[in-house]
């Protein structure tokens, strides 16, 4: 079966939004303050206003918040953002050993395919501050990033720390790497793209319609030389849990939450949780975003823990799941559910069911 089309075009109530406080490693602010280090910046400045201590910048697996990470990022810009090709720079430094179980998962996949369905399922765990999604085409795998979440002053070294970062895994999972057919970029070309030829093997195009980077989609079903379905699955719950325990909320937005929940038959909408609370849906939407979320995010997190549980203990179809879950038609939520895990519904169950390998 061929990887499905993941990026796709969703509803307004079903876009993707990057949660900014959600919790992941330090290894992309050890990243960046080595990069400013070597460039005569004490990590101190390149951690100033992040509220992080300086012992941050040497540890790779404590957990700061994106937010946090994006104030170290413009940190380093501030000094260096003239360097062409900076944000290649911090994307080669990403190699599995950083990522923890995201990384081994992605390592122990039987093939190049299973590998870019772990990665995507569980890149929040990652270092993209964007989505990320992937289509194989005509004979194409294309893998996308969709910077339009991410603030325009930084947007150039985020896309650029992401594609090269997938090159590198790339050739991590093969001991040969994979070659790239093009690879594109939204922003404009630097003065000097030597750099990019290198990481790249091609010479990128620049003010492209979207961010991509194409190869040749026969390697996808290529057995990887480090395939191991024991440490593969193991980690994968090890990714999950991870997750589960970043998007524990607090405050209003853990109330908001439990309230989505609390009744298995039903989940209510923005008025009616407002008047739990006993707040105007205004104010709540306020207060939510004060707190880094949004009630629209907040539902998409339900929605998603709530598929998976129905999905792995129910017999349920899934027009059934999509009418639980408050979708108009199963199209919708299809498309939600393959943003969410990377693939179909029906897929994902399958997968689920099938025997352990030994």
Do not use: K
């Not at 406080?21 to 960046?32: A, E, M, N």
């Not at 992080?52 to 990022?73: D, K």
């Not at 995201?102 to 929040?124: I, P």
Request: some cysteine; aromatic content about 8%.
């Amino acid at each position: 079966m061929g990887l499905r089309n993941w990026s796709g075009v969703v509803e307004e109530d079903n876009a993707y939004m990057f949660e900014w406080d959600l919790v992941r490693t330090t290894s992309g602010v050890h990243v960046v303050t080595r990069l400013a280090e070597e460039r005569g910046m004490p990590a101190g400045e390149c951690l100033a206003g992040s509220g992080l201590p300086v012992g941050a910048a040497r540890e790779q697996y404590s957990e700061v918040t994106a937010r946090q990470e994006l104030t170290v990022i413009r940190n380093l810009l501030a000094r260096f953002g003239d360097q062409a090709g900076l944000g290649l720079e911090a994307g080669v430094r990403h190699h599995f050993s950083l990522h923890g179980p995201w990384g081994v998962a992605l390592l122990a996949s039987r093939t190049l395919r299973d590998a870019v369905q772990v990665a995507l399922r569980y890149v929040e765990l990652a270092f993209a501050f964007g989505e990320l999604s992937f289509e194989e085409t005509q004979g194409e795998g294309r893998l996308r990033f969709d910077d339009r979440e991410v603030p325009e002053d930084v947007r150039a070294f985020l896309t650029e720390r992401v594609m090269a970062g997938v090159q590198i895994i790339g050739r991590e999972l093969y001991s040969v790497g994979v070659p790239v057919l093009r690879v594109d970029f939204r922003h404009g070309a630097p003065v000097d793209i030597a750099r990019y030829r290198t990481v790249f093997g091609v010479e990128p195009t620049f003010d492209a319609p979207g961010n991509e980077l194409v190869f040749d989609a026969s390697h996808l079903d290529a057995v990887l030389p480090q395939a191991n379905e024991w440490a593969r699955s193991t980690c994968e719950q090890m990714c999950r849990d991870l997750l589960a325990r970043r998007r524990t909320r607090s405050g209003v937005a853990g109330s908001v939450r439990d309230l989505l929940v609390r009744n298995p038959g039903v989940l209510p909408d923005q008025s009616a949780i407002a008047a739990e609370l006993y707040v105007s849906p205004r104010t709540l939407s306020r207060r939510l975003n004060e707190e880094g979320t949004s009630f629209r995010a907040l539902l998409d997190e339900v929605r998603q823990a709530l598929s998976e549980e129905l999905l792995d203990r129910t017999d349920m179809t899934t027009e059934q799941v999509a009418a639980r879950l408050g979708y108009a038609e199963a199209a919708s939520f299809i498309r939600a559910f393959r943003r969410w895990q990377g693939c179909p519904p029906q897929e994902y169950r399958a997968r689920g069911r099938m025997p352990a390998l030994v």
